[in-house]
């Protein structure tokens, strides 16, 4: 029901800045939760950060001070605002969302993007 597509991904110095989009689109009733996810070669998939429809905001620990999340309910659409780019950030970024979907049962189901890369790299 619903589609996520990412963008801004890319290349990228060290210290240098990315703006992540992730659109929305489909048939849903709401979006709770908005969030981004990474994974590394080798690396489990984490975390990064979160924004909830009442604007709740949570990073994880690495990211703090350099990254923001944001959303735009009138485009149906979350950002992901990196600075002070690291190697360490170099990942396939998802974006995730808890979604109501418009069924009998007002389901909450969640959804994923198929993922941009990040490359921070000299």
């Known amino acids: 029901q619903v589609q996520l597509m990412e963008s801004g991904g890319g290349l990228v110095q060290p210290g240098g800045s990315l703006k992540l989009s992730c659109a929305a689109s489909?048939?849903?009733?709401?979006?709770?939760?908005m969030e981004w996810y990474r994974q590394a070669p080798g690396k489990e998939r984490e975390l990064v950060a979160s924004?909830?429809?009442?604007?709740?905001?949570d990073y994880v620990d690495s990211v703090k001070g350099r990254f923001t999340i944001t959303r735009d309910n009138t485009k149906n659409t979350g950002y992901l605002q990196m600075t002070s780019l690291k190697p360490g950030d170099t990942a396939v970024y998802y974006c995730?969302?808890?979604?109501?979907?418009?069924?009998?049962?007002?389901?909450?189901?969640?959804?994923w993007g198929k993922g941009t890369l990040v490359t921070v790299s000299s």
């Open positions: 924004i909830t429809s009442s604007g709740a905001i």
């Open positions: 995730h969302a808890v979604a109501v979907v418009p069924d009998s049962a007002r389901r909450f189901m969640n959804f």
């Open positions: 489909g048939r849903f009733i709401a979006i709770n939760i």
